[in-house]
Nanobody, 125 residues
Framework: QVQLVESGGGLVQAGGSLRLSCAAS????????MGWFRQAPGKEREFVVG????????EYADSVKGRFTISRDNAKNTVYLQMNSLKPEDTAVYYC??????????????????WGQGTQVTVSS
């Protein structure tokens, strides 16, 4: 069983920055592909970004390219999401997720096995 705990959400003005963290339990964090998803009110959950086990490859949704950066520290069992130039449309609950089966980045939430509880990000205009 893997437990994921997100932190770092909050309220920020448009153009501002936030850094989300996701801490994982267990000793096999380095074997998980990690992803960030988000869900805005009334919308489907959508893929934001993913990172492979050793961080060698990242994949970003078009809507966040150039503004968001994912990174991971396997020694700390933590994945990060640095969000810059935030826009009101980035407002959502952000979830981290772990995929334990593959070492490729899936954009479908059905490919992920474990999920955090989510952290709210609100961007005011």
């Amino acid at each position: 069983q893997v437990q994921l705990v997100e932190s770092g959400g909050g309220l920020v003005q448009a153009g501002g920055s936030l850094r989300l963290s996701c801490a994982a339990s267990g000793r096999t964090f380095s074997s998980y592909v990690m992803g960030w998803f988000r869900q805005a009110p009334g919308k489907e959950r959508e893929f934001v970004v993913g990172i492979t086990r050793r961080g060698g490859r990242r994949e970003y949704a078009d809507s966040v390219k150039g503004r968001f950066t994912i990174s991971r520290d396997n020694a700390k069992n933590t994945v990060y999401l640095q969000m810059n130039s935030l826009k009101p449309e980035d407002t959502a609950v952000y979830y981290c997720a772990a995929c334990v089966v593959r070492d490729t980045i899936a954009t479908s939430d059905r490919s992920y096995d474990y999920w955090g509880q989510g952290t709210q990000v609100t961007v005011s205009s």
